[in-house]
């Protein structure tokens, strides 16, 4: 059984930017430049920007709504993106990648979300199995449970870097890792290098 007093979150950044910054944190005008300059920099391969944007504001403004009916009470209208455990594929994403290590126990409770898995994978129907963690979030205590009866999703071996991905399906359909959704700032405000 995992214990909360053991467990961490991490987050995977790029040295250069920084940590804690999403994206659709930016007005969208603004986060379009950006991937413009990702573009331009051969950073960034996704055909249409405009689509790929829609579709993360989108999903927040999901993963928001979701956690606010559950009762969550978020601080942030955006979620700052991290991994319950560690992943060290994730690294491949970034040039030059840093990670930040934070124990759960520093959180108050109500103002994280999980999923059982990428979030844009857990939400999305067209994958919907009969397990209970499709098209949901949770709290702390309850993904501890669901990892107790599920263990981590399957290992799937992909490297951005290296354009290794898996075979069976597309990486954006795999499970990958549980995700951990931080919707307060405050105790990341104390890892933020100055």
Not at 125 to 133: K, M, Q, V, W
Not at 177 to 193: F, G, M, Q, R, S
Request: net charge negative; hydrophobic share 35%; no cysteine.
């Amino acid at each position: 059984m995992l214990i909360k007093d053991k467990a961490y979150l991490y987050h995977y950044f790029e040295r250069d930017v920084g940590p804690f910054k999403p994206l659709t944190a930016l007005p969208f005008e603004k986060a379009k430049e950006v991937l413009i300059d990702q573009k331009d920099a051969g950073k960034f391969y996704h055909p249409n920007i405009d689509q790929f944007l829609q579709k993360r504001y989108d999903h927040d403004k999901k993963l928001y709504d979701t956690f606010i009916a559950r009762g969550g009470r978020p601080q942030l209208t955006t979620p700052i993106y991290m991994m319950f455990g560690e992943h060290k594929q994730w690294v491949s994403a970034y040039e030059n990648p840093e990670i930040i290590k934070i124990s759960l126990t520093e959180f108050d409770p109500k103002t994280i979300s999980f999923t059982y898995g990428d979030s844009f994978a857990v939400f999305d129907s067209a994958l919907f199995g009969e397990e209970e963690y499709w098209n949901k979030i949770y709290f702390i205590d309850e993904i501890l449970k669901i990892i107790d009866r599920h263990g981590f999703p399957p290992h799937v071996e992909y490297d951005f870097k290296r354009g290794i991905y898996p075979l069976d399906r597309h990486i954006n359909h795999q499970l990958k890792y549980v995700e951990a959704h931080v919707w307060d700032d405050t105790i990341l405000n104390k890892y933020t290098p100055k």
